[in-house]
């Protein structure tokens, strides 16, 4: 995770289970958005029989740790999840699986809503994550010789100058 990502539940709210109220990223980070994800094997088929909220959690908090591998990053790195469900009753499957998934020593900011319906026909629960990974090592090597370089001017403008 990066070093400038704090998480924190203020103690003016109630302490809430299993998520982060605030979190907060300073300084020159990567954002990784990932797009809801749901219960989908490779074949674009839903995962388990009809009404099978579990087998569909697991997979989609499956598929959204593939596609977060994808970006270089982990549960680790996510700060934020939103969670859709189409059926409220199952929340306490969702937080089962969630805290198997999830980074539960600093759990993401958390919004889950239930909703009536989603984009795919017999679809029970959906998942979308926003991570903030450190700045690509690549690009801060590059960005070093340039502010070298702006030194070294500094310094040579002002020798002239004196």
């Known amino acids: ?12 709210l109630a302490k809430p289970p299993g998520y982060s109220y605030v979190v907060e990223a300073t ?29 569909q959690a697991v997979k989609a908090f499956e598929n959204l740790k593939a596609a ?17 469900l189409v059926d409220m009753s199952h929340i306490g499957i969702y937080r089962e699986v969630r805290d198997k998934f999830c980074n539960m020593k600093a759990p993401p900011a958390s919004t889950t809503v239930a909703i009536s319906s989603l984009a795919r026909p017999g679809a029970l629960f959906e998942i979308e994550a926003i991570a903030v990974l450190p700045a690509k090592v690549a690009a801060a090597k590059s960005s ?13 403008s002002r020798r002239k100058r004196k």
């Open 144 to 156: 070093a010789p340039k502010a070298a370089s702006r030194r070294g001017k500094l310094k040579a």
């Open 27 to 55: 300084g020159p980070n990567r954002l990784i958005f990932i797009a809801g994800q749901l219960g989908l094997d490779i074949d674009n088929r839903l995962v388990g029989g009809p009404g099978d909220f579990r087998a």
């Open 1 to 12: 995770m990066a070093g400038n990502v704090r998480f924190s539940n203020p103690k003016t």
């Open 68 to 84: 977060l591998a994808a970006a270089g990053a982990t549960f680790k790195d996510v700060v934020k999840i939103n969670n859709y």
